[in-house]
């Protein structure tokens, strides 16, 4: 039985290379597609500071990972890769680290958007939460090979 690998993905061309590189170093493995669906991206009452959440606004984010996920999983079938779909809510980083710890996860391949600076500082990075707190081993992609970390 080969390895399970949590692949989080977000939409972005760093996940798409996450992917890739996923089915490049786990051929064997299932890659368990993430997506950690985030409240705090829903619109906010600029008058109340509450959350203003349309009934819609889940079942949308929702449909959004289902067509990434039937991209990625395109990917991998061509590749002889199985794939297993996870849609979670939570806040991205502490999600995946709950999810690699649940769900019998063997590694941990995601993108990053390689941001540096006041940006980094301000907004945070989930690669660098996740790969601080996981208990499983985790690659780090970016869309250029080249900048592969481990």
């Not at 950690?36 to 509450?50: G, H, L, M, Y």
């Not at 990625?72 to 710890?101: W, Y």
Request: charged letters at 25%; glycine letters at 6%.
């Amino acid at each position: 039985m080969g390895s399970r690998i949590l692949l989080p993905v977000d939409q972005s061309d760093q996940a798409i290379a996450a992917c890739d590189l996923a089915i490049e170093l786990f051929e064997d493995g299932t890659i368990v597609l993430l997506h950690v669906i985030d409240p705090a991206e829903a619109s906010f009452s600029a008058e109340t500071a509450i959350p203003n959440i349309p009934d819609s606004w889940y079942e949308r984010e929702k449909e959004r990972a289902d067509e990434q996920f039937a991209e990625l999983e395109s990917q991998a079938s061509a590749a002889g890769v199985d794939t297993e779909r996870l849609v979670e809510v939570g806040k991205p980083a502490q999600t995946i680290v709950e999810m690699a710890t649940e769900t019998d996860i063997d590694h941990v391949v995601m993108g990053s958007h390689g941001r540096q600076g006041v940006s980094r500082l301000l907004l945070g990075s989930v690669a660098e939460n996740v790969v601080r707190r996981s208990p499983v081993p985790v690659t780090v992609a970016r869309s250029d090979p080249e900048e592969t970390e481990t």
